[in-house]
T-cell receptor
Framework: NAGVMQNPRHLVRRRGQEARLRCSPM?????VYWYRQLPEEGLKFMVY????????ESGMPKERFSAEFPKEGPSILRIQQVVRGDSAAYFC??????????FGQGTRLTVV | GEDVEQSLFLSVREGDSSVINCTYT??????LYWYKQEPGAGLQLLTY?????DMKQDQRLTVLLNKKDKHLSLRIADTQTGDSAIYFC??????????FGPGTRLSVLP
């Protein structure tokens, strides 16, 4: 049973471009969470999704950010028109519902 | 709102015990968790405790939960240099919206 898979591991974008981050949850997990970690800081919750539904997006900026978890395929976190302040590590976690969330290795986004 | 607090730094000597503390505010948390993050890596789930338990032991790790004071601790016995990392305390509410503390950076001195 593979763990949570995130790709790409590293992503470089120029200001104004779009960034697409992918997350494949562990097999059998239907809950997906996205977190952002700024350098030397803790994790900040962004969004919680179940298949085809956004359950809680209270931590996600209203503009430029969107997330989806389709019936088939990975969860996608999309950042449009990236700015330097979007540079961070973005972690995805999946859970079967209780007992803890398991994290991927993260995608490190650098905006130049 | 939910809030989780931890001290930011801890230094111990190799072979000593480490105790990392955490306080939380959400009394409806179902589980409380400890995660470990090594440099450049994701978070590794170390252990978790159900909210109606007060202690859980797993090899060198002991988790203590004081639900009345909303205080959680992680004790690492015989701390090794490989234990140097950032340790995050987290709580959940029936699996919704895990809330993390800021992390405690553990440094193990030879």
């Amino acid at each position: 049973n593979a763990g949570v898979m995130q790709n790409p591991r590293h992503l470089v974008r120029r200001r104004g471009q779009e960034a697409r981050l992918r997350c494949s949850p562990m097999k059998g997990h239907s809950h997906v969470y996205w977190y952002r970690q700024l350098p030397e800081e803790g994790l900040k919750f962004m969004v919680y999704l179940q298949k085809e539904n956004i359950i809680d997006e209270s931590g996600m900026p209203k503009e430029r950010f969107s997330a989806e978890f389709p019936k088939e395929g990975p969860s996608i976190l999309r950042i449009q028109q990236v700015v330097r302040g979007d540079s961070a590590a973005y972690f995805c976690a999946s859970s079967p519902g209780t007992g803890g969330a398991f994290f991927g290795q993260g995608t490190r986004l650098t905006v130049v | 709102g939910e809030d989780v607090e931890q001290s930011l730094f801890l230094s111990v000597r190799e072979g000593d015990s480490s105790v990392i503390n955490c306080t939380y505010t959400d009394s409806s948390s179902t589980y409380l968790y400890w995660y470990k993050q090594e440099p450049g890596a994701g978070l590794q789930l170390l252990t978790y405790i159900f909210s109606n338990m007060d202690m859980k032991q797993d090899q060198r790790l002991t988790v203590l939960l004081n639900k009345k004071d909303k205080h959680l601790s992680l004790r690492i016995a015989d701390t090794q240099t490989g234990d140097s990392a950032i340790y995050f305390c987290a709580e959940d509410n029936y699996g919704q919206n895990f809330v993390f503390g800021p992390g405690t950076r553990l440094s193990v001195l030879p």
